[in-house]
């Protein structure tokens, strides 16, 4: 009965965002598409919410979610139409492909056990022992013993790739600096007159998609550790360097995670790897290096998940891997830096 009432909660919650949605559009400020990321840096979440733009065509942020072939296998989700994603929407005939990668059900240590196991008896919306297994949208439904994605279905349901059932908490450090002239001066668009950014990107080795450098945050670490360690790990190629060689790159990088930054968002990620039941949430962090003088002194070296590593200038052209241009787009808005040639999109959206 507990559940039943949880689920009825859940939905009333998105519809109720979702009709504020409808509200502010018809305010004359800008549709729902232009200004989605705004209602993320607020902390709400409208990924299984249909919503209608200006020109009538049905708009869903929950997309990467329903992608086949599923990643690192020719596995196929089970389609689900736009209308059909949230779970307050009946659907009896939903018959979703199930699906672990045999990775995970090897049982490496940071992979859970499979619901069926006798010996285990997860704390689903709870701190479980040093696995963190609350989301942090909030609660979310258990149904026959399985957390359920809080975003809507996806097609596909066990944990795919993703080693924990339920929320998988990783950690992303956004490290950015004014791009600047030979002579140190700020360069800024020809178009916009905005000032440009630039961030780190990696390219990541299993997909090819360029992305923030950032991974899982281990049981019970600090989310403000699991920042540095992976961006050590994937910008810097830490693992590899000798005892001396850690000791001076452990320095600066704590000269760098010392620096000013802000929490961009925390949340529910609109990842491929997600499923019905396992769903990648994130903590995006931006550690800006004003003058550039930390920066100046480390060597940008692709390492363990990262195949490649580079400065990026930011820009709305960035095609980056699961929502990471949103956080990106984010952290341009925050610091008033160049995103768009298109000035007056991002005027109406800051207007909000």
Request: charge should be negative; hydrophobic fraction near 30%.
């Amino acid at each position: 009965m507990a559940e039943r009432i949880l689920g009825k909660t859940l939905a009333t919650v998105s519809l109720s965002v979702a009709l504020a949605s409808v509200t502010v559009k018809s305010s004359g400020c800008c549709s729902i598409p232009a200004c989605r990321n705004t209602f993320s840096s607020f902390g709400f979440h409208l990924s299984s919410n249909i919503m209608s733009t200006s020109n009538g065509a049905k708009e869903n942020s929950h997309n990467k979610a329903r992608t086949s072939p599923y990643p690192g296998s020719k596995v196929q989700r089970s389609q689900v139409p736009n209308e059909k994603v949230g779970w307050f929407v009946e659907w009896q005939d939903y018959n979703p492909v199930e699906y672990t990668a045999v990775s995970v059900l090897a049982g490496p240590r940071w992979a859970d056990p499979q619901i069926s196991e006798s010996n285990f008896s997860p704390k689903f919306n709870e701190k479980d022992g040093h696995v963190e297994r609350k989301s942090q949208n909030g609660l979310y439904e258990i149904e026959n013993g399985r957390p359920r994605n809080p975003a809507g279905r996806t097609g596909l349901v066990g944990r795919g790739l993703l080693g924990r059932w339920g929320p998988n908490h990783a950690a992303d450090p956004i490290i950015t600096r004014w791009k600047r002239d030979s002579s140190g001066n700020k360069i800024t668009h020809p178009i916009s007159g905005k000032n440009i950014l630039q961030f780190v990107a990696i390219k990541r080795k299993d997909c090819g998609e360029w992305a923030i450098p950032g991974g899982m945050v281990d049981p019970g670490e600090k989310i403000s550790a699991a920042l540095k360690r992976e961006f050590g790990e994937e910008a810097l190629n830490s693992l590899q360097k000798s005892g001396a060689e850690k000791k001076e790159l452990e320095e600066q990088l704590h000269k760098l995670f010392s620096q000013e930054h802000l929490v961009i968002y925390k949340g529910y990620v609109d990842d491929p790897r997600n499923t019905d039941n396992a769903w990648m949430e994130t903590e995006a962090v931006n550690y800006h290096d004003e003058t550039g003088e930390v920066m100046d002194n480390l060597t940008l070296e692709a390492g363990d998940d990262a195949g490649k590593v580079k400065w990026v200038d930011i820009s709305d052209q960035l095609q980056l891997y699961a929502s990471h241009s949103q956080f990106i787009k984010l952290v341009a808005e925050k610091r008033d830096a160049h995103w768009s040639e298109d000035s007056e999109t991002e005027t109406e959206c800051r207007g909000l």
